[in-house]
């Protein structure tokens, strides 16, 4: 099968915009939005959000924006950036995201790119980047911190006559407005500014509702927010959020998400595959005895065993009570005890993991999608998952697989181009509407939609075999110990891999084995880890050609950083950048082995 086509869509008004739902909501007293604010938990219901989004927006308008404004939002996710997002939006200017991690040089490229008067920041220090690149940006006039306030300042700042023109902006919003302008991680060149409407992210989330409605129903459903809103993926969750008023909470940081997670007992949760393959493998963290591993073992393998056997017998059902009693039962409580879903975007899930999960009772449904797609162009049923896969388009949206295995995609979620860059938006999309996502893939029987790679990715041996690097980095990187690997070869003899390690899982292994030093800085020296990545690129090389198996490879002493541009703020490697920065490791693989050969 080459093409698959969604159902028919459901119809959305043309005249809607992003912050109709809020206002649908303005008199509901339901809790909104849930966060810490320093001392305590608090909330604030969907009238007080409506109210405070109101004034903000009018206060926004009294400092000068104008309709089609860019306002840049630089900061981790909080109740702030909730806020001001669907007020810049009801004043009718444009949202542009930048990452808390991103460099001075691509704060300087996104704010050049879109050239905003205002940027409103987390924190004092995210501040001090932005005004670092001030001479780069062009009319940059006026940057506010959070954390100082100055949010509270802007809204104070609202009066009579900038309401009043806020009112006029409301009434005269239509869907194709131009909503945010939303750059893309910038894997392979320089980061696009991606043109999103309000009608692309409405039309999106109404849709994705359609295939993951369960994860918004109940009593009281709810989500912990942890990705980046910068990240389209949890924009669009915020924004369903809103239309189905679903409560919000907002993680703090990585130390501090278990009691958030408590605090907030979300019903799903929203993450990129490393969250929940940090929820499994804390599975195995509690296993600290020789009985302990062989129950969780015990355990794993029956998640496996209930994933293939729709009908288990006796013995498969005793141990998945004794399983429940001692495993999937503390996962349940450990992540507050409410959550049913577990959402995830952004890359491959291991099936191993999906597996666990869903036998701890949390349905994993994964999608496919792009900051080009508006986020979601596939997402599995949750009903009925199909492991491997990324599910089936969503309503209205269609995917074929070219001659060169490309995914390429076209429907109403799709931008309209890249700002200002119209021999890339040229290169984007054909004459007939369809988008060229850049990613390898092919489509099961059933529509079923498997990545299996990308095309700017491919890489092609001395001996001329072309080999995609993601399938056997997907392998490794769902072995607790790995935490990230890259595959490379690309004009070399042979395929090698560089492999970073999880320090948490490092340490746990030499502890638990008394086999030397647990210091991090020492970690990728220690001999039990290398025989257990040794033992882990052994076995994923079992599933590919001998052309395509890695013959060397080397543990580097530390992991891949976001702030060393390795990798993009949703933890994707930047391959060009990492084989720069690991020159030297990647001369000494193929220098030994030469001198081996020879």
């Excluded at 001090?128 to 940057?143: C, N, Q, Y």
């Excluded at 809204?155 to 407005?177: N, Q, T, Y």
């Excluded at 030093?517 to 079992?542: F, K, S, Y």
């Amino acid at each position: 099968m080459d093409h698959v086509a969604g159902p028919e869509p459901v119809t959305v008004d043309a005249n809607e915009h992003l912050t109709s739902a809020l206002w649908r909501r303005a008199d509901d007293p339901a809790q909104a939005l849930r966060f810490h604010d320093g001392d305590a938990w608090v909330s604030l219901s969907w009238r007080e959000l409506a109210a405070r989004v109101r004034e903000v927006a009018a206060g926004l308008i009294a400092l000068g924006v104008e309709p089609g404004e860019p306002v840049a939002i630089m900061s981790p996710t909080r109740p702030e950036w909730t806020i001001a997002d669907l007020a810049i939006l009801a004043a009718a200017g444009v949202t542009v995201p930048l990452y808390e991690t991103d460099s001075p040089e691509r704060c300087a490229w996104v704010l050049g790119n879109t050239r905003p008067r205002t940027v409103l920041t987390g924190s004092r220090e995210l501040a001090a980047r932005v005004d670092s690149v001030r001479d780069e940006v062009e009319g940059l006039d006026r940057i506010l911190v959070f954390d100082d306030g100055d949010l509270d300042e802007v809204a104070a700042g609202a009066d009579d006559a900038s309401r009043a023109e806020l009112d006029e902006r409301l009434a005269a919003l239509r869907g194709d407005a131009i909503a945010s302008i939303v750059h893309t991680s910038g894997t392979t060149g320089a980061p696009k500014g991606c043109v999103l409407t309000h009608h692309n992210l409405v039309w999106t989330l109404r849709q994705s509702l359609t295939r993951i409605e369960a994860a918004f129903e109940g009593e009281r459903p709810s989500t912990l927010l942890i990705l980046p809103l910068a990240h389209v993926f949890a924009r669009i969750i915020q924004f369903a959020c809103v239309e189905t008023g679903a409560l919000m909470g907002y993680a703090r940081s990585r130390d501090e998400l278990p009691e958030d997670l408590q605090a907030v007992r979300p019903r799903f949760l929203l993450g990129v595959p490393r969250l929940f393959e940090k929820i499994a493998e804390g599975v195995r963290e509690q296993a600290t005895t020789p009985i302990a591993r062989r129950v969780v073992d015990m355990a794993e393998e029956t998640a496996a065993t209930l994933a293939h056997d729709a009908s288990p017998g006796l013995v498969t059902r005793a141990k998945a009570n004794i399983a429940d009693r001692l495993v999937y039962r503390r996962v349940r409580a450990s992540l507050g005890g409410e959550a049913r879903y577990a959402l995830s975007g952004g890359g491959p899930l291991s099936d191993d993991v999906v597996h666990l999960l869903a036998a701890t009772g949390l349905t994993v449904v994964q999608g496919y999608g792009l900051t080009e797609t508006s986020a979601p162009a596939a997402i599995d049923r949750p009903e009925s998952p199909r492991v491997g896969t990324v599910g089936l388009p969503i309503p209205g949206v269609e995917i074929r697989i070219d001659g060169q295995s490309e995914v390429l995609i076209r429907g109403p979620n799709v931008v309209a181009g890249y700002h200002e860059d119209d021999e890339a938006t040229a290169e984007l999309l054909d004459a007939d509407g369809w988008l060229r996502t850049g990613d390898l893939g092919e489509l099961d029987e059933d529509g079923y939609l498997r990545i299996t790679g990308r095309t700017k990715e491919l890489i092609v041996t001395a001996g001329g075999k072309n080999v995609a690097p993601a399938p056997m980095e997907e392998t490794l990187r769902a072995h607790s110990l790995i935490a990230d690997a890259v595959v490379i070869g690309d004009g070399r003899p042979f395929i090698a891999g560089l492999i970073t390690l999880d320090e948490d899982a490092a340490e746990r292994v030499v502890r638990q084995r008394g086999s030397g030093d647990p210091d991090p800085d020492m970690l990728h020296h220690n001999e039990a880890i290398g025989t257990e990545v040794a033992r882990a690129v052994a076995e994923a090389n079992e599933q590919v050609s001998r052309a395509e198996a890695i013959r060397e490879f080397r543990i580097l002493e530390r992991p891949f950083l976001v702030e060393e541009d390795e990798l993009t703020p949703t933890r994707k490697p930047r391959r060009d950048t990492i084989l720069a920065h690991f020159a030297e490791v990647v001369d000494d693989i193929y220098g030994d082995r030469t001198e081996r050969e020879a």
